[in-house]
């Protein structure tokens, strides 16, 4: 099993910076897609971005050319770099993590980390 932590949210303005993090326990870890996820209150979970453990990557419209998903599988770390943000991007932000790459929809993925708080402000 995968055990998740996410870190790196906070408070900025209107076209700042965030990196989040998510430390991920396991030995299996490179073997595993890992994706990020948001939520705003009284709103469905929703796909950010993805990356299966070949390097390829996807992202929600939204946030492409904005967001960069990336790994370090020797660490066990994922992030992801967001840029230009915007008031819409304030959510709480998961990490997620599963054996098979399934798809966008958040119900499909196994495991999960407590999540991160961003707030953007106008």
């Known amino acids: 099993q995968v055990q998740l932590v996410e870190s790196g949210g906070g408070s900025v303005q209107a076209g700042g910076s965030l990196r989040l993090s998510c430390a991920a326990s396991?030995?299996?870890?490179?073997?595993?897609?890992m994706g990020w996820f948001r939520q705003a209150p009284g709103l469905e979970r929703e796909f950010v971005a993805a990356?299966?453990?070949?390097?390829?990557?996807y992202y929600a419209d939204s946030v492409k050319g904005r967001f960069t998903i990336s790994r370090d599988n020797p660490k066990n770390m994922v992030y992801l770099q967001m840029n230009s943000l915007t008031p819409e991007d304030t959510a709480v932000y998961y990490c997620a993590a599963d054996r098979v790459y399934y798809g966008r929809n958040y119900y499909q993925w196994d495991y999960w980390g407590q999540g991160t708080q961003v707030t953007v402000s106008s």
């Open positions: 396991g030995r299996t870890f490179s073997d595993y897609a």
């Open positions: 990356i299966r453990s070949g390097g390829t990557t």
